[in-house]
């Protein structure tokens, strides 16, 4: 028996899918209700099952999708803790505030869902090499001060061999190295304020049209960011860019352009000292309070000085004066916003007056407006 039935259900398999959509055209068309245009933006968007009716006849379109961005040049990447990404166990997740000096906090942000330039990862091993690499691509500051894009790379650490060089090709060297991981650190910043702005109008505006995932992403900003999402102007004024003239200048000046045993064995530019008693990757210096900051390359070193910047309680007022030049419509500039980082270094006002004097000297204002090719 059971040889006499396979045979008949093979030939069934084979007409079982057609009848089916025989059946679904025959039952639309005697409801003459034709099946609607399948839009992906509705299922992208995420929407709420309670927003009723209304949602169902005109689905909004998802929110990230909302970002204008050249497909081309972006991606959106996926940062997981199972992924690629390797989180140390012993990374303190929410360290202590140290409100009595200015660079004592250590927080990397971590983001859902993040929009990244693709950048070409450099790891030089001399500063020769470095040097002979930035030929190889044309890139050069003068070029970067007359408009030119800057390219897509990304220096993991400085060489070793960085203070043999005399002062002035040093100092090229530091901060054409540091130029676009700057500029990479804060486009992303700048992508979640752009995505925040919306959310911010569209709450304003039409609140219930908030999307469960997009309620999820703010708060998980907020996180980051040490505030609330029921203080969205507070979180606005934390999700915005650090300059990059100020940036260089201070790297330059807490690292010694880049030649400090800290910056060459722990990546450590910008004068982060420890909040908690252990290292998140392996130095040579005992781990302890006090302690320089070790990072695993020069973008999470960036990543943290911007993210310090951007949430600590002693730069409150660096914050304010950023929003301020933003409410007139104007960029943040590093000469004026360093005034504000009186706490940043224990020589107050004469620290603030030596990074603007390093400012002036290597004319890093011009590196306020710089971009990155991929834009």
Known sequence: MQSSIWPAVDRGRRYAFPAVWVAVFAAGVGLNEPRPAVDVAS??????????????????????LAVDAQPAALTFVRHDISGDISWPDDRPHTPSRQTS?????????GNAVRRQVQLRLVSPRTADELAGFFRDVSYTLTDVRLGEAVPPIKVDRVPDDLGTKDGNERKALFIT??????????????ADREQLLYLRDKIAATPVRVTPIERIWLENLADRYDTSVDKLDELVRRVDIVPPSMAIAQGGVESGWGTSFAARNGNSLFGQIQSVGR?????????????????????????????????????????AERAAM??????????????????????????????RQIMRENELADFDKARLASF
């Not at 419509?329 to 030596?354: A, C, D, M, N, W």
């Open 43 to 64: 299922y992208l968007s995420f929407a709420s099952a309670t927003n009723g009716a209304a949602g169902a006849t005109s689905p909004e379109p998802a929110a990230f």
């Open 101 to 109: 000096l200015g660079h004592g906090r250590f927080a990397a942000p």
């Open 177 to 190: 190295a540091i130029l676009p991981v700057v500029l990479e650190v804060n486009q992303r910043v700048l």
């Open 279 to 319: 290292h998140s990757v392996a130095v040579s210096w005992k781990p302890g309070t006090g302690m320089p900051q070790p990072f695993t390359d020069i973008s999470e070193a960036t990543d943290a000085y911007i993210s310090n910047l951007n949430t600590h309680p002693a730069y409150a007022g660096f914050r």
């Open 326 to 355: 933003r409410a007139q419509g104007e960029h943040p500039q590093g000469y004026h916003l360093i005034g504000t980082l009186l706490r940043y270094s224990e020589r107050g006002q004469g620290y603030v007056k030596f990074v």
